[in-house]
């Protein structure tokens, strides 16, 4: 008599990926492909820029450019359309992929309870490091104090000292952007697997 002893192996994740590829049309695959791979080469980091003719970093927030890479496929004509978002940050897509100047309306800061704000004008004063939670060129500008506002008195005075400050802060500024090109890229990384994904469903 002869025995045998059969081992198998199921590979749930593998078979998923095989199952969708072959119910999903080749269109939305292509198009899925190009938008993985734009977003995994948007990288993140907190302070540096990425250098010309690289694809952008992303500072990691919740409207960031990475997030906003999506694609439509419209089955019925036959088209795809793949890019970031307009709700949420394609303007800024778009000067990153083909470069140019970008006009932009600044912001005046928001002060309330719980946050801090500047609460006077003193000759010499520097905010001491580690102090604030934010520590940008505004909170530490020499000469204003800042500090953690407690009552409906001191929102009122930090934004009364911020008009004062900053008046300029609402002013319409133009920001220029090299070419950080990152989806034509990532269409020219994905040619051959696009072709071989239509190459077999018309096989």
Do not use: C
Request: charged share 30%; glycine share 6%.
């Amino acid at each position: 008599m002869i025995k045998t002893d059969v081992k198998t192996e199921f590979n749930q994740k593998a078979l998923k990926k095989h199952a969708w590829r072959r119910a999903t049309p080749p269109l939305q695959q292509a198009a899925s492909a190009i938008a993985r791979s734009a977003k995994a080469s948007i990288k993140k980091s907190a302070k540096k820029h990425a250098q010309p003719g690289r694809p952008p970093y992303t500072r990691g927030q919740r409207r960031s450019l990475k997030k906003s890479i999506m694609y439509y496929v419209d089955k019925k004509a036959g088209w795809a359309i793949i890019g970031p978002s307009g709700y949420a940050t394609g303007q800024t897509g778009h000067f990153h992929e083909f470069g140019g100047a970008q006009s932009i309306k600044g912001k005046r800061r928001k002060y309330e309870i719980g946050k801090t704000g500047p609460v006077d004008i003193r000759d010499d004063y520097v905010t001491k490091p580690g102090r604030l939670k934010n520590s940008s060129s505004r909170l530490t500008q020499k000469g204003v104090v800042f500090t953690m506002l407690t009552t409906p008195r001191m929102v009122q005075n930090a934004r009364k000292l911020d008009r004062e400050l900053w008046p300029d802060a609402e002013k319409w500024h133009k920001r220029i952007y090299p070419k950080r090109p990152f989806m034509w890229p990532a269409a020219k990384k994905n040619w051959r697997k696009m072709t071989k994904i239509f190459a077999d469903a018309t096989a």
